[in-house]
C-alpha cells in the first residue's frame, strides 16, 4: 500500500501570505502527526490528532497556526499571515493507534517564505 | 523535563568502525524510546526502538543500549557503511490517557568514509 503523502512537496510564498499544507496519512491509520523541522534542528512537535479531533495542540508555535483533520484521514495544516521564521520543512506522521509505536513519515513540505 | 539531548551533532566514522550516538532524558514517564534514520529529502524512518524494562536490543548491525538508572540510551552501528551516512534521531515517548506524543532530539549527522 501507499505510504504518508504530503502535498505539495515544495512552496515557495511572500511573507504574509497563507498557505495550506496537506497530509495524507496511510489508510486505516487513526493517530495523525504534524512536526516541523528547521534547518540543522530536530523535529519540533506541532499537533496529534486521533481521529478528527486533536488532544494536544500544545506545540502550534502561534495562533497563526491551525490544522484539521477531515473523515478521520485527510489533514491540513495552515498557516496564516506567515512570516519567514516559518520557513522549515513540515512533516507528516502517521501512525496505527493500537500500537501507537511505529510511526510513518511523509516526504515532507519545504516551505520557503521570502 | 520534556527534552530528550542528543549528542554528537555530527560524526565521522571509517568503514568497518562503530558508530555511537548517545541521548538523555530526564522525564522518568517515557515509555518508548526509537531511532529514526532520515536521509536528504526523505522523512524519517523507523530504524529500532527498545522499552525501558529492556537494557538491550539488537536488530543486525544496530543495538541499543539502554541504561534507566542513568536515564539514558545509545544507538551502535557495527561495521558502519557508506550507505549508513544519514541523519539519525532518537525519541521518547509520553504515553497519557491513551494519546502518544514523541519528543525528539536535535539529530547526529552520521558520515561514513569509504
Known amino acids: 500500500g501507499a505510504g504518508v503523502s504530503q502535498s505539495p512537496s515544495n512552496k515557495v510564498t511572500e511573507k504574509g501570505k497563507d498557505v495550506e499544507l496537506r497530509c495524507d496519512p496511510i489508510s486505516g491509520h487513526t493517530a495523525l502527526y504534524w512536526y516541523r523541522q528547521s534547518l540543522g534542528q530536530g523535529l519540533e512537535f506541532l499537533i496529534y490528532f486521533q481521529g478528527n479531533s486533536a488532544p494536544d495542540k500544545s506545540g502550534l508555535p502561534s495562533d497563526r497556526f491551525s490544522a484539521e483533520r477531515t473523515g478521520g484521514s485527510v489533514s491540513t495544516l495552515t498557516i496564516q499571515r506567515t512570516q519567514q521564521e516559518d520557513s522549515a520543512v513540515y512533516l507528516c506522521a502517521s501512525s496505527f493507534q493500537g500500537s501507537g509505536e511505529t510511526q510513518y513519515f511523509g516526504p515532507g513540505t519545504r516551505l520557503l517564505v521570502l | 523535563q520534556q527534552q530528550v539531548k542528543q549528542s554528537p551533532q555530527s560524526l565521522i566514522v571509517q568503514k568497518g568502525g562503530i558508530s555511537i550516538i548517545n541521548c538523555a532524558y530526564e522525564?522518568?514517564?517515557?515509555?518508548?524510546f526509537p531511532w529514526y534514520q532520515q536521509f536528504p529529502g526523505k522523512g524519517p524512518a523507523l530504524l529500532i526502538a527498545?522499552?525501558?524494562?529492556?537494557s538491550e536490543k539488537k536488530e543486525g548491525r544496530f543495538t541499543i543500549s539502554f541504561n534507566k538508572s542513568a536515564k539514558q540510551f545509545s544507538l551502535h552501528i557495527m561495521d558502519s557503511q557508506p550507505g549508513d551516512s544519514a541523519t539519525y534521531f532518537c525519541?521518547?515517548?509520553?504515553?497519557?490517557?491513551?494519546?502518544?506524543?514523541?519528543?525528539f532530539g536535535t539529530g547526529t549527522r552520521l558520515k561514513v568514509l569509504a
Open positions: 525519541a521518547a515517548r509520553a504515553t497519557t490517557s491513551g494519546t502518544y506524543k514523541y519528543i
Open positions: 527498545i522499552r525501558p524494562d529492556v
Open positions: 522525564n522518568t514517564a517515557f515509555d518508548y
